[in-house]
Structure formats: structure tokens, C-alpha cells
């Protein structure tokens, strides 16, 4: 991102027992009144795979893989992850991203 947008994930690492949820942080700066904002998940040895997609104007898009267990809500400088039920194939890179 570049000029007045920014994408920070203030927490670099999370633990977490198996069966338990967690929240990861996501927080932006954009002058877009219609950004988009993305999570990705890189498991080891892997290339990212693209999670959901959240707007301020729809309920956004989730992937196949992923709808179940992991949510989002746009607010007004964040976009926090939430993922439920968590197992060993959840420890992995979270990316969070905006298009503005």
C-alpha cells in the first residue's frame, strides 16, 4: 500500500490449544470510502490461499475451504479474523490485505 493506505497486524505470534478460537488483528488505514480487505493463509511449504474478502457495502466473500470455521467483520479501521475450533492444519501465516 502506498500514500494514505497502511495494513497492520500488530500481533506476530499466536498460541493456542487445539479446540479453542482465536482473533487475529488486522487494523488499516485507507482514504477509499469502498476498500477491500483480504486474508490469506500460508501453511508451511505452501503457497497462500486466499480466505475471505470484506467491504463496508456487502457481506464480502468467503473461500470454499475456509467458511466454516473463519469470519470477519469490516469495522471502521479493522478487520479482525475470527477462527473457531481450532486444530494443528490452523498453525500457519496469517496475511491480511487491502485493496483500496
Not at 18 to 47: A, M
Not at 70 to 90: E, G, Y
Request: charged content about 20%; aromatic content about 12%.
Amino acid at each position: 500500500c502506498s500514500g494514505e493506505e497502511s495494513v497492520e497486524q500488530p500481533v506476530r505470534d499466536v498460541t493456542r490449544s487445539e479446540g479453542t478460537s482465536v482473533t487475529l488483528e488486522c487494523n488499516y488505514q485507507t482514504s477509499s470510502t469502498t476498500p477491500y480487505l483480504f486474508w490469506y493463509i500460508q501453511r508451511s511449504h505452501d503457497f497462500p490461499k486466499y480466505i475471505l474478502r470484506r467491504d463496508t457495502y456487502s457481506a464480502g466473500d468467503n473461500g470454499t475451504e475456509f467458511h466454516e470455521r473463519m469470519s470477519s467483520a469490516v469495522q471502521s479501521t479493522s478487520v479482525p479474523l475470527s477462527i473457531q475450533k481450532l486444530s494443528v492444519r490452523d498453525s500457519a501465516v496469517y496475511y491480511c490485505a487491502l485493496r483500496p
